[in-house]
């Protein structure tokens, strides 16, 4: 067994996804999520980002081009997120998926974060979320981290945009 501990400062970097339609995707990304193409990589590839970063996100159509979905019960990808920073941000974004017509799958508490889980157009699983200070995280009683899967009320979520 490795005893390699990865650094505190990791972080996963960016999500690279197989799409079947490489313009219907740029923009579901763009609209959905308001991430701003950063390049093209000829006619079937595309990377994508918030705040001028290289690429959050990279979609390509190398395998994929025209392809359906995979079935629902295979390996694969279930979702990926994007961390917002302060709850208010994470309802601006909740009020744009309701904005461009987008349904969602679910939004949860989580204890240490709210979470609303949504799909793109290949049926990849987004999840867009917060996380509450560390210092508000939920814990056992030896101290372990205890996280939840309540219902998240949306409703008080929106009411932090009008704040």
Known sequence: MSTYTAPTSTSIGHVHLK???LE???EFYRKALGFELTQRYGGSAAFLSAGG???HLGLNTWHSAGSQPGPE???GLYHFAVLYSMRKELAGAYQNLLDQGLSIDG???HGVS???YFRDPDQNGIE???DRPKDEWPTDSDGNIAMVSEPLDLKD???????
């Open 24 to 26: 219907r995707s740029i």
């Open 73 to 75: 019960r295979a390996p």
């Open 107 to 109: 939004a949860s508490d």
């Open 128 to 130: 867009i979320y917060w």
């Open 53 to 55: 970063y290289h690429h």
């Open 19 to 21: 799409v079947s339609d």
């Open 114 to 116: 709210e979470a609303i």
């Open 157 to 163: 979520l929106l009411s932090t945009l009008s704040s």
